[in-house]
């Protein structure tokens, strides 16, 4: 975990991980930031803005992929088709969880996620698109198409190292 300065690019803070675990995701809400760990349900949580670990958490998933915020609750991907929203006030229950679909076709593979304009934005991993979906139906309203991303930012040298995925891997 690690805090840049947007303008210079200058690392303010990090926090480093225990090799134990590979971080996933995190998502702030309110004054927490919330990371989850790849392959496991294991949480941990985070003070805005020092950045000190103040807690662990358990997700109802066996495995973290991805992890986002609406304006209330958590929304995690275990990389199923399945979006599911937990309360972190109430030991991280499961409140709800929707199927998502394009066409009537589940869309597996959810990665990173995103709130955005009242939309969870999705990459599909191994893929070079997003889906943005609706958080109450679960069905994909867009796609981003990002062929030719990868190579873009190779060309102009934009990339430190060769990216497999479009999730910062």
């Not at 000190?52 to 609406?70: E, N, R, S």
């Not at 309360?87 to 066409?103: A, C, E, L, R, Y």
């Not at 062929?147 to 102009?156: E, K, N, Q, V």
Request: net charge neutral.
């Amino acid at each position: 975990m690690r805090m840049v300065h947007l303008d210079s690019g200058i690392v303010e803070k990090q926090l480093p991980m225990n090799s134990r675990w590979f971080g996933e995701g995190a998502a702030r809400l309110d004054n927490r930031i919330y990371q989850i760990t790849w392959l496991t349900n294991q949480g941990f949580i985070y003070s805005v803005p020092d950045l000190k670990q103040v807690g662990t958490f358990k997700t109802p998933l066996k495995d973290g992929w991805g992890i986002t915020a609406d304006d209330k609750l958590l929304v995690l991907s275990d990389g199923s088709s399945q979006l599911t929203w937990v309360d972190p006030t109430n030991s991280f229950s499961k409140i709800k969880s929707v199927q998502v679909t394009d066409g009537g076709v589940s869309i597996g593979y959810l990665n990173e996620l995103e709130f955005i304009g009242g939309e969870i934005w999705a990459n599909v991993w191994q893929t070079d698109c997003i889906a943005r979906i609706c958080p109450d139906s679960g069905k994909v309203k867009a796609w981003l198409l990002m062929h030719g991303l990868r190579d873009s930012l190779a060309r102009r040298n934009l990339s430190s190292t060769p990216m497999d995925v479009l999730n910062g891997g």
